[in-house]
């Protein structure tokens, strides 16, 4: 008798382990369903699917962006993203594929928003979205440069640089050196001085340049 009663009560504790074990579980799989609610919980219109958020902070210029990317087999190599105005507005809905857009604030309100779309920087392309204003700036690829109002850009074999927001406003067109005009990258970089009034070309070969605009 005492070794059935052993053997009855070893059963019972097995059992109960059992049960408590499957509670668990089920509370833990209702977490991670309402963690994943949350996280997928907002439709977007460029298509039916729910996506998954990736970013969003509560600064200023963070409020007024999200990227989020495709939660599902056919979509899940999309990211999209969306900017807002200062109502909440969506003002520009674009969908990207593979290469997760950057979207970094360069001024209280001006957001840039770059994109890969392919191999080398000839390929990757800029645009501003200025909150305060409302406004979308055209595209820019080969981005070189940016500060206050001013933008550079490789295109065409020169350096141009502009009004940000008016790229037919260019003042100035600099021409590269001959011996680097095979290059398909030929410049690294255009830094602007402080009160805008002079700016400095990085070649690939590292020789600077000096400009007054």
């Given at each position: 008798m005492?070794?059935?009663?052993?053997?009855?009560d070893?059963?019972?504790?097995k059992?109960?382990?059992?049960?408590?074990s499957?509670?668990?579980c089920?509370?833990l799989?209702?977490?991670?369903?309402?963690?994943?609610?949350n996280?997928?919980?907002?439709?977007?219109?460029?298509?039916?699917?729910?996506?998954?958020e990736?970013s969003?902070?509560a600064?200023?210029?963070q409020?007024?962006?999200t990227?989020?990317?495709?939660?599902?087999?056919?979509?899940?190599?999309?990211?999209?993203?969306?900017?807002?105005?200062?109502?909440?507005?969506v003002?520009?809905h674009e969908c990207t594929y593979?290469?997760?857009?950057?979207i970094?604030a360069?001024?209280?309100?001006i957001?840039?928003?770059?994109?890969?779309?392919?191999?080398?920087?000839?390929?990757t392309?800029s645009?501003?979205?200025d909150?305060?204003?409302?406004?979308?700036?055209p595209?820019?690829?080969?981005?070189?440069?940016?500060?206050s109002?001013?933008?550079a850009?490789?295109?065409?074999?020169q350096?141009?640089?502009?009004e940000?927001f008016q790229?037919?406003?260019c003042y100035?067109?600099?021409?590269?050196?001959?011996?680097?005009?095979?290059?398909?990258?030929?410049?690294?970089?255009?830094?602007?001085?402080?009160?805008?009034?002079?700016?400095?070309?990085?070649?690939?070969t590292g020789?600077?340049?000096?400009?007054?605009l």
């Amino acid at each position: 008798m005492v070794l059935i009663r052993g053997i009855l009560d070893f059963i019972n504790n097995k059992v109960l382990l059992l049960f408590f074990s499957i509670v668990i579980c089920i509370l833990l799989m209702g977490c991670a369903k309402s963690q994943r609610m949350n996280r997928y919980g907002k439709e977007q219109d460029c298509d039916t699917n729910l996506r998954e958020e990736v970013s969003e902070d509560a600064n200023f210029s963070q409020q007024h962006y999200t990227i989020y990317n495709g939660n599902n087999d056919d979509d899940r190599w999309n990211f999209y993203y969306d900017l807002f105005d200062l109502e909440g507005n969506v003002v520009k809905h674009e969908c990207t594929y593979m290469n997760e857009p950057q979207i970094q604030a360069i001024d209280t309100d001006i957001l840039r928003v770059t994109v890969q779309a392919g191999t080398g920087r000839g390929a990757t392309y800029s645009y501003y979205y200025d909150i305060k204003n409302n406004t979308v700036s055209p595209v820019y690829y080969y981005l070189l440069g940016e500060k206050s109002n001013l933008v550079a850009f490789f295109e065409d074999g020169q350096i141009n640089i502009c009004e940000m927001f008016q790229k037919q406003a260019c003042y100035k067109q600099i021409a590269i050196p001959k011996e680097l005009e095979e290059l398909e990258e030929p410049v690294i970089s255009v830094m602007f001085s402080e009160n805008l009034k002079q700016a400095t070309i990085v070649y690939i070969t590292g020789e600077k340049d000096t400009l007054h605009l």
